[in-house]
């Protein structure tokens, strides 16, 4: 699931904007930085929307616009302020709370992630990542109990291993596949004949280019359940890009 699918349309961004009063250059630049931001340049689309908010500093949308630059190029510490500013002006828009409370999440500060994820989740399209990573918030706080009622109403499972494998399997659904792959090395240590944590966790590899080490984790998994086809299959990728 791409990340880019929670964030409002810098292009559908631009659209409303041209239709207010700006002027052609001013137009003209937003042009540019939203092309930039869709191209990956997230520097080049930063510099451009720093520049266009110091002529406009009160406009929100052009705050909304850096603070998403700012976020997809991993830096989250500048992209909090304008985003929380954003959502002061625009308290109603889900996408950019959801948004907001990745940054938070990525920041450690779980518990206000939490609180923004519980109101994203509002949106039916934004549920299911919503869920997933207030699963991630509560196991992040050391609340197992939690995370495994977020994430399957498993409220009476007492087996940490299971709910580290139901987090790895969310972290795989919203492509945060660094933090599989460091929640299935705990399930793994407590419960090594788990082929699922195997498979996850080479599935976690395998979309980190991390080829042999998912070759490897396939095999284990083969040789715990011959019966998993899906570790066939990966492992033939795996083989593809070795």
């Known amino acids: 699931m791409n990340r880019q699918f929670y964030i409002s349309s810098g292009r559908a961004m631009l659209i409303f904007l041209l239709s207010t009063s700006i002027s052609t250059l001013f137009a003209s630049s937003l042009e540019d930085g939203v092309s930039l931001f869709e191209d990956g340049d997230f520097e080049g689309s930063i510099e451009i929307f720093q520049d266009l908010l110091r002529?406009?500093?009160?406009?929100?949308?052009?705050?909304?616009?850096?603070?998403?630059?700012?976020?997809?190029?991993?830096?989250?510490?500048?992209?909090?302020?304008?985003?929380?500013?954003?959502?002061?002006?625009?308290?109603?828009?889900?996408?950019?709370?959801?948004?907001?409370?990745v940054m938070l999440f990525r920041q450690a500060d779980y518990q206000n992630a939490g609180k923004n994820f519980d109101l994203a989740s509002a949106d039916s399209l934004l549920q299911e990542a919503s869920i997933c990573y207030l699963g991630l918030c509560a196991y992040s706080e050391s609340d197992y109990k939690l995370a495994g009622q977020t994430l399957s109403n498993c409220a009476n499972d007492s087996n940490q291993a299971a709910v580290v494998n139901l987090i790895a399997a969310s972290c795989l659904m919203i492509e945060e596949y660094d933090l599989a792959v460091a929640y299935l090395e705990k399930a793994i240590k407590e419960e090594p004949s788990n082929s699922h944590s195997y498979l996850n966790r080479g599935i976690a590899y395998y979309h980190l280019n991390e080829f042999e080490r998912a070759y490897g984790d396939f095999s284990v998994?083969?040789?715990?359940?011959?019966?998993?086809?899906?570790?066939y299959t990966y492992r033939g990728l795996c083989e593809k890009e070795m």
């Open 221 to 231: 998994c083969i040789e715990l359940n011959p019966e998993l086809k899906k570790a």
């Open 55 to 101: 002529e406009d500093p009160s406009n929100d949308l052009l705050r909304y616009n850096l603070a998403i630059s700012w976020f997809s190029n991993g830096n989250y510490q500048d992209a909090l302020p304008e985003m929380e500013a954003f959502i002061e002006a625009y308290p109603d828009d889900l996408y950019a709370r959801f948004t907001y409370a």
